[in-house]
């Protein structure tokens, strides 16, 4: 099962790189996402927006042609009164002009006006003609000129505003943009517009711009045909464009109405809004037979659509919520991936263990079979024998349990010395005497020293020191090197010692056991004064352990 769960987080590996860079790029990913749907919005609004400005010039163009074309029907209205009657009187004529305009809705004009044809050598006649029959104070302005041979000055305009009044006497043919126009309309016997005029009703107003409309009116037929005058009608451009709005939606569109040529001087009238253009659209139409461009603009929108800000809204939530779900697996993976590997961790350290105890346990035993096989060989009868054994599995036993408290990390060398010296401690203290640093021991080197300070208080305590009331024992220890540690028991004022004349147990489980399991050779001497003992023990610290490999 560990195999298992190992192999699926190597395969895995990739994932665990980068915790925290999968989330950001899961975010990066919608953003783009959300940026690229903002787009095609952005230009299919853009579309949408050049479909409907074409709606706008279309709608436009069609009001203003509306517009003239109502002035034009008004002005053919007028043209024929004139033509069916020799004279007009200015009653009749403000009667038809009355009837023409119905509710005073000029369609964006400044009214109608009769202007009349005349040659140079009929000005005086014609200017005195009208002071007797229209008004005494009816002037041709600006008066005569050498070698002009046609004069058209205006005689009647409706509705009679003060502003209106001041263009009467007018010699329209005096000014050349007029005199085009009408020499035209002449020509063509049809309504013709002129180009861009200051109107002389707003002769006081500097950027008045305006523009009229002639309609021819004739008398006689055939070769006897001539131009008996004009009814035209005066516009102010701007009024004109806004009578053409009111036939349209207003969709806040910018507007531009322009003189046959698209440039800022030939300019007739605009309806400006604030902004920089975004798309535009031009137009060209034809109002009374003169060329006009009709432009339209849209104004750059200051901030997306509707539609992209909901988008981008969205998709900067859809992000976040994505990048937070995916922080969230990834840590939890990391934290998966973490108990895992503790599992595994702790699966090694269990096996490491395993193989750990079942090492001591050998090793314990393969003592303990020693200690039997020898301590029987030593043996006198039964009871010599476990009597000899209890003590030596029960020193075995102290040790163990010192190193239980500490968990089986370490056992100072005091602890052990005094665990196994216990016996003989009591009412006998003043008989033994131990000094020394703290050092501890590794579990294996501290059962090994126990059992030989066990054995050493043994023959002490039978043979030697511990078995007189004078006696005592002096245990020194010491660091020798960083990594070793020497011991030294000595006996005095115990039964003079004399050398075993054979080898006995104890002696055996120190020079041989015991210096076999602490690496070292144990000094054992048997002097007159004293047995004497002398061991080294190594010294390893916690940090350089290594748990026992397989081999």
Known sequence: MDKALLARVEKQAWFHRYPRGWPLLLFVLVAAGTLLSVMA??????????????RNVTELASGLQRRASENI????????????????????????AKGLYGDNDYHGSRGIAWARWTPADDFARFEKAVQDVVDPAYRIKPGIEPGRKVYVPIVYIEPRSASNRTAIGFDMYS?????????????????????????????????????????????????????RGFVYSPFRASEFLGSAVELVRDRGVEIAIYDGQRQPDRLLAARMIEGD??????????IANRPWIVSVSFKRARTLSALSRATLVFGAVLGVLVMFIARLI????????????????????RNSLTRELNHRVKNTLANVLSIVALTRRRSVDLDDFAESLTGRIRALSATHDLLSQSDWTDAPVAEIVRSELAPYMGEKDGHIDMAGPAINLAPNDAMSLGLAIHELATNAAK????????????????????????LHWR??????????RKRGFGRDLLEKIVAHELGSKVDLRFDPEGVECTLQVPVRKLTSFALRSTR
Not at 277 to 286: A, E, G, M, P, Y
Not at 463 to 486: K, N
Request: proline content about 5%; glycine content about 6%.
């Open 41 to 54: 919005i952005e230009r299919a609004e853009a579309d949408r927006r050049q479909i409907e400005l074409d």
């Open 73 to 96: 029907a008004i002005l053919r209205a007028g043209a024929a009164l004139f033509t069916a009657n020799e004279r007009v009187s200015p009653e009749a004529f403000a009667d038809i």
């Open 175 to 227: 000014e050349p943009v007029r005199r085009e126009a009408m020499d035209l309309a002449a020509a063509l016997g049809q309504p013709v517009a002129s180009g861009l005029v200051h109107l002389v009703q707003d002769r006081d107003t500097t950027d008045a711009k305006g523009f009229l409309i002639y309609m021819p009116v004739f008398a006689g037929q055939g070769s006897e045909r001539h131009v």
């Open 277 to 286: 253009n975004d798309v535009s659209l031009d137009r060209r139409i034809v």
């Open 330 to 349: 990834t840590k939890r993976s990391a934290e998966d991936r973490i108990v895992l590997e503790w599992f595994s961790d702790q699966s090694a350290i």
């Open 463 to 486: 043979y030697g020191a511990l078995s007189t009331t004078q006696g005592r024992v002096y245990i020194e220890w010491r660091l020798i090197a960083p990594d070793v540690a020497e």
């Open 491 to 500: 006996e005095a004022g115990g039964p003079p010692v004399v050398a075993p």
